[in-house]
């Protein structure tokens, strides 16, 4: 069983910058994928960036979501995950939560969604 708490949301003004963090209550490094998802006022929730088992992410395709590269960026620090966020957009206000799941099931992002642990989410804001 994996705990996963968010911390870091706030109200921003469109441009500014928030940095989001997710404390895990195990050690993740080696074993599972992390991930942020997040879900917007009427949408569903949708995949935002993720890192490997081994804290490994790249700038392509596959682990950050179109609408957020080269203005997010995931790492991590022990066992705590974390989003900085820069340029925000009104677009960007939705709740951002923290996944986890075992390495063993892959990176896919439906894998957050079968096997994942979640954290109750941090909500962001950003207005015009």
């Known amino acids: 069983q994996v705990q996963l708490q968010e911390s870091g949301g706030g109200s921003v003004q469109a441009g500014g910058s928030l940095r989001l963090s997710c404390a895990a209550s195990?050690?993740?490094?080696?074993?599972?994928?992390m991930a942020w998802f997040r879900q917007g006022p009427g949408k569903e929730r949708e995949a935002v960036a993720r890192?490997?088992?081994?804290?490994?992410?790249?700038?392509?395709v596959t682990d950050y979501a179109d609408s957020v590269r080269g203005r997010f960026t995931i790492s991590k620090d022990g066992n705590v995950l974390h989003l900085q966020m820069n340029s925000l957009k009104p677009e960007d206000t939705a709740m951002y939560y923290c996944?986890?799941?075992?390495?063993?099931?892959?990176?896919?992002?439906?894998?957050?969604?079968?096997?994942?642990?979640w954290g109750p989410g941090t909500q962001v804001t950003v207005s015009s």
């Open positions: 195990v050690y993740t490094d080696s074993t599972y994928y």
């Open positions: 890192i490997d088992q081994y804290h490994r992410t790249t700038l392509d």
């Open positions: 996944a986890a799941w075992g390495a063993t099931y892959g990176g896919g992002w439906s894998n957050a969604r079968e096997h994942g642990y």
